[in-house]
């Protein structure tokens, strides 16, 4: 009899490659706490790629973005994921 509540569990659906949403009314929403800190981040982040790349954006832009790429990366890599080595470390 094996264990497999401890075998890492395979995701139904794997796109080949995730892209965060663009200027498009958003149906679903969820609430995200952050610190002050990583507010003050992401707004520093939004005011670089204004500044130094020319790319106007608001902060939901900047987190669709990060969560697409963090999704894909799990995709392709799993247990070897950065998500996975952040969130085990916590």
Do not use: C, W
Not at 57 to 80: K, W
């Amino acid at each position: 009899m094996s264990d497999e509540s401890s075998a890492p569990r395979t995701r139904a659906r794997i796109p080949s490659r995730r892209t965060p949403s663009r200027r498009v009314r958003h149906e679903e929403k969820i609430t995200v706490y952050v610190t002050a800190d990583e507010l003050f981040d992401l707004e520093n982040v939004r005011l670089a790629l204004r500044r130094d790349y020319d790319v106007a954006v608001d902060r939901g832009r900047i987190v669709r973005a990060a969560l697409a790429a963090v999704l894909e990366q799990f995709d392709a890599a799993g247990t070897h994921s950065e998500l996975v080595r952040r969130l085990k470390d916590t």
